[in-house]
């Protein structure tokens, strides 16, 4: 895959906790310069993204509840919203893993359409975090089932700040058990151009890395 074509489906990442200013200045320069998809970034750092690539065809894509996904749905509704209200052109969340882990599959289902439902009525691209290293493959099953009821526009493996990220594995599962509207996302350790096309070829059309440059830099080579 070329590089420009490879930029298109990159889900340009920065979720430290310690940026500054200027630095996602710089990231976002990047980003432009690179012509990549989107800026994956905590969601205060929305309006900020907001104002810095209005010019540019780079979108904005705010983390939700990030990285733990431990808070109420209407938390989580006011953070999507909050987000989308300073500019967030896509949203990903990442499920309640307590509640899944529980059994609690309406309360999965609800969050999930909650949060999608938010993402349709404000024409904002919705993406919904699994975190498969911490599931067993039923669970990752039940995840896809439930969405195939609610269709969001994204499933995504993982946040890339618990233990594991995307695996080849993964991704097929989740293209096999995913309704074929549903795109997927390989984030989480993704880190060189040889992963990124494992990921593409396996199933994913989108992918999350903070390790954009060196993945590109191998689609030159």
């Known amino acids: 895959m070329n ?8 889900d340009h990442t920065n979720l430290t906790r310690d940026i500054s ?8 320069e990047e980003a432009i310069s690179l012509n990549v ?17 209005r010019n540019s065809t780079v979108k904005v894509g705010a983390a939700i509840s990030f990285p733990l996904g431990q ?13 989308i209200k300073n500019g967030a052109d896509e949203i990903d969340y990442v499920i309640n893993l307590s509640k899944l882990k ?9 969050e999930m359409r909650a949060i999608v439902t938010c993402c349709e009525e404000n024409g904002v691209t919705s993406k919904v975090i699994f975190e498969n290293c911490l599931l067993s493959d039923e669970e990752k099953i039940k995840l896809c089932e439930i969405a195939n009821i609610v269709k969001p526009n ?19 599962l989740m293209r096999k058990y995913c309704h074929e509207s549903i795109q ?3 984030a989480g350790q993704v880190r060189s151009y040889e992963t990124a096309m494992e ?3 396996a199933g994913a059309t989108r992918i999350g890395t903070s390790s954009t440059v060196k993945i590109l830099e191998g689609a030159d080579q």
């Open 199 to 201: 990921m593409i070829d």
């Open 71 to 83: 808070t109420t749905i209407e938390t989580k509704v006011f953070e999507t919203l909050d987000a």
């Open 184 to 186: 997927i996302k390989a």
């Open 21 to 28: 200013e200027q630095e996602m200045k710089q990231f976002c």
């Open 154 to 172: 994204f499933v995504k493996t993982s946040t890339g700040f618990s233990h594991g990220g995307a695996t080849v594995e993964d991704v097929k």
């Open 37 to 53: 998809k989107m800026v994956a970034i905590n969601s205060c750092q929305t309006k900020l993204c907001n104002d810095l690539l």
């Open 3 to 10: 590089r420009i074509k490879l930029a298109q489906i990159i």
């Open 102 to 110: 529980s059994g609690d599959y309406d309360y999965i289902e609800q």
